[in-house]
T-cell receptor, first 112, second 114 residues
Framework: DAKTTQPPSMDCAEGRAANLPCNHS???????VYWYRQIHSQGPQYIIH???NNETNEMASLIITEDRKSSTLILPHATLRDTAVYYC?????????????FGAGTRLFVKA | EPEVTQTPSHQVTQMGQEVILRCVPI?????FYWYRQILGQKVEFLVS????????KSEIFDDQFSVERPDGSNFTLKIRSTKLEDSAMYFC????????????FGSGTQLSVL
């Protein structure tokens, strides 16, 4: 089962920042937080990941709380093409190395 | 950017028939995965594959399913005797050992079992 909790849906105005929260209160010290998104029925797309420090790349920023029990994905200037389901995933160790388990995610609607 | 390629994009089959879904992972990747997504539901893990053997499989991945890497480039998922409930989008994914170990997904094969 997924170790994360996300709101089922969120709205955001085009051009504004989209802040997507995620709770992962049972995360272990060496478990990473990953974010993926799925646009319509396409394959999931990697966005960003982090362990303790805040991270930023060309797509988004990831803010992880000091206790690591929650995080926020920030899309700084959302566009209509950012409308998608966003998945917050705690990657867990498994016999195959690591296992990526998807939860229900947050459906983000970016509106003009 | 390198891509994971899946064929066919759509597959229609009769119940009880065998199907093979094909994937070409990114060339230097060593870890391979199959996921599926039933319409309107979440993405579900099926199986992981490394070093020419299954590393882990989910409860969904029963004896009707098998995976193979028949050559250095392809990774296949076979369903021996399809059931109506196998209708879903099947995603192949691969990852390397560096670069954050992120998964790269293909665009999927939509399997419809009639």
């Amino acid at each position: 089962d997924a170790k994360t909790t996300q709101p089922p849906s969120m709205d955001c105005a085009e051009g504004r920042a989209a802040n997507l929260p995620c709770n992962h209160s049972t995360i272990s010290g060496n478990e990473y937080v990953y974010w993926y998104r799925q646009i319509h029925s396409q394959g999931p797309q990697y966005i960003i990941h982090g362990l303790k420090n805040n991270e930023t790349n060309e797509m988004a920023s990831l803010i992880i709380t000091e206790d690591r029990k929650s995080s926020t994905l920030i899309l700084p200037h959302a566009t209509l093409r950012d409308t998608a389901v966003y998945y917050c995933i705690v990657r867990v160790a498994s016999p195959g190395g690591f296992k990526t388990i998807f939860g229900a995610g947050t459906r983000l609607f970016v509106k003009a | 950017e390198p891509e994971v390629t899946q064929t066919p994009s759509h597959q229609v089959t009769q119940m009880g028939q065998e199907v093979i879904l094909r994937c070409v992972p990114i060339s230097n990747h060593l870890y391979f995965y199959w996921y599926r997504q039933i319409l309107g539901q979440k993405v579900e893990f099926l199986v992981s594959f490394y070093n020419n053997e299954i590393s882990e499989k989910s409860e969904i991945f029963d004896d009707q399913f098998s995976v193979e890497r028949p050559d250095g480039s392809n990774f296949t998922l076979k369903i021996r005797s399809t059931k109506l409930e196998d209708s879903a989008m099947y995603f192949c994914a691969s990852r390397g050992t560096g670069g954050g170990e992120k998964l790269f997904f293909g665009s999927g094969t939509q399997l419809s079992v009639l």
